[in-house]
């Protein structure tokens, strides 16, 4: 593939549900950044703005569901008699979970799922060394973060978990010195060119592959495609039968003519490659075929729906922005009423207060008198009224504000459920009321759960998919158990049965 076909290919996903992407922008500026971000309310005569945040609450709440409810991922054997690899991918699984970064990847996913609708987070594979200088091939997971804006499907791909999907792009920004270092790193020259160079035409492509900023894009873009393979089969004297394709029976043609293996006989099947293309507006960087069959990304959805053929997703933010807007507003407008209207002063005549005015001037702690003196009769004699004559009045609070400030409440609350009612913790309620409350607040995550299961069972496919390539040679692994602890185990364990036959154990393919 050339860097003007990925291009193009990269410009139908991004111009495929732009609106629906931008709404989700707004919706993670909305719960992350500020919930003053309408022009309206811009425009609005207010000095004093706050946040009076009810809908971080909730999404606190459901978070906090799907962090604390792992999904456990089971394999199952397509052979009833493999079960021992089954044990084993379930054990390489579990583990490669539990380091920092895929831990970060699905709680990352999973928390921009619940804001704005919609996450995601890639499958790699590196090198590890061991002190004693093995280097064995690991399957990790790397965090996408802001993947509404940083990855993009292939516009005809529609289910769930995408694996329908035939290409997708992954944006990573980069300044221009970072760029040029990652230029060195993956082609071993110098980056001679200036960003500023392949700019231009700009008008050629949709999506702009220089920022503002002057930030470069990167995209690591899979491509997946399907090709003719042939497949040969042995057998030894035993009736056991293995199947090599082209490039592994090259590796094992003289192991097999040594153990006795005879070929039966040559088939031709469709599988599926995936390659991964490093590319910035300049040029491709790096092209690699990575293991396994499937594009190692993994959405993450909220809720989802198609809308007259274009793909929707939303979080608990998007209903919820309105009413919390307008609850913004309200409690600040209520702050500007008691921070700006004047205060309640007492009013009296000239006469009454004549050669005492100072004793009036100070208010509050500044008014150190221990008492003020008031006239009692006028310069003429005449009897003047003791006590102020009347009040200013302090400005009345609007009946329709403090009436609606609660139903603002009442509205986010609708849509986005705060979080457990106080009278949960009430001591005369009964176990059962209790637990019928937990359950009618769990539902409000239901539909985040339900994804999340179809991401991690995704993400499972893919696992096994990359892992029948990488561990395809005899090795020593650690395995972690469904109680968390840890044993060691062997994959492509060669054991001798009862009746001297040989039989290979923990064969992941």
Partial sequence: MDLKVLKEMHDSAYERGQTT??????????????????????????????EFNILRKAGRQVMSDLHSNPVQVDFEPKDPDNDDGADLIDGLYRTSCRNNTSREAFDTASNESVVCGVGAWELTNEYETSRNGERNQIIKRIPLYEAVNSVFWDPNASLLDKSDADFVSCLVRYSEEGYKKLYKDLTGEECESSPQDFKSPNESYVFPWISEDNHVWVSR???????????????????????????????????LADNGYNHIETRDYDEYVVTRYVASGEKILEEVTIPGTEIPVVPNYGERAYVEGEETYEGITRLAKDPQRLRNFQLSYLADIVSRSPRDKRIYTAEQLQGHQHMYEESGAENNFPYVIQNAKSVNGEQLPLG????????????????????????????????????????????????????????????????????????????ASMARVIYDAPRNVALTLVDGTRKQGKVMEEVIN????????????
């Fill in 498 to 509: 009862d009746d001297f036959t040989k039989t290979m154990k923990n064969d992941l393919s």
């Fill in 221 to 255: 873009f899979f491509h997946r495609e399907k090709v003719k393979v042939k497949a040969h089969v042995f057998e030894d004297m035993y009736g056991e039968q293995v199947t090599y394709n082209d490039d592994e029976y090259e590796e094992q043609e003289d192991e």
């Fill in 21 to 50: 992407r931008d709404k989700a922008s707004d919706d993670m500026i909305f719960y992350h950044v500020t919930q003053w971000d309408s022009d309206l309310l811009n425009d609005s005569q207010l000095s004093y703005r706050g």
């Fill in 388 to 463: 102020p004559v009347g009040t200013t009045g302090m400005q009345e609070m609007p009946m329709a504000l403090m009436q609606s400030i609660e139903l603002t409440r009442g509205a986010v609350e609708d849509v986005a459920n705060a979080g457990i009612p106080q009278n949960i913790a009430d001591p005369d309620m009964s176990g059962k009321a209790i637990l019928a409350m937990q359950n009618r607040i769990d539902m409000q995550s239901f539909v985040y759960q339900s994804n999340h299961k179809h991401a991690c069972r995704r993400d499972g496919e893919i696992f």
